[in-house]
């Protein structure tokens, strides 16, 4: 499974903020698979945005549900982040990220990930 995120690279304080990931190797209406968004602030861990499942439901981090959602198309097989009223705080390197349902009775799963895409939020 490959996953490309594309997006802008510069954002203005309380714009939106729309990215997509290109995904292939793997439909993303099959097999179970969770098709997630995260990110890294500059100097922080990862955090978890969001995810859609193969079958369309979402979910999103408690934090960000206000101000996020993901979409997708089916045909292009691509997903797509919106984000909005961006602060200088959702500056930060955003990742797309397949997940394979569990694999094994011990619940193991795979992860698979884009290369990241550095968004910044300045004016």
């Known amino acids: 499974v490959q996953l490309q995120e594309s997006g802008p690279g510069l954002v203005k304080p309380s714009q939106s903020l729309s990215l997509t990931c290109t995904v292939s190797?793997?439909?993303?209406?099959?097999?179970?698979?969770?098709w997630s968004w995260v990110r890294r602030p500059p100097g922080k861990g990862l955090e978890w945005i969001g995810h859609i499942t193969a079958s369309g439901s979402t979910y999103f981090s408690p934090s960000l549900k206000s101000r996020t959602s993901i979409s997708r198309a089916t045909s292009e097989n691509q997903f797509t982040l919106q984000l909005d009223s961006v602060i200088p705080e959702d500056t930060a390197v955003y990742y797309c990220?397949?997940?394979?349902?569990?694999?094994?009775?011990?619940?193991?799963?795979?992860?698979?990930w884009g290369q990241g895409t550095q968004v910044t939020v300045s004016s």
């Open positions: 990220n397949a997940e394979t349902p569990p694999l094994n009775i011990e619940g193991s799963t795979v992860n698979y």
């Open positions: 190797g793997e439909s993303i209406t099959t097999n179970s698979y969770s």
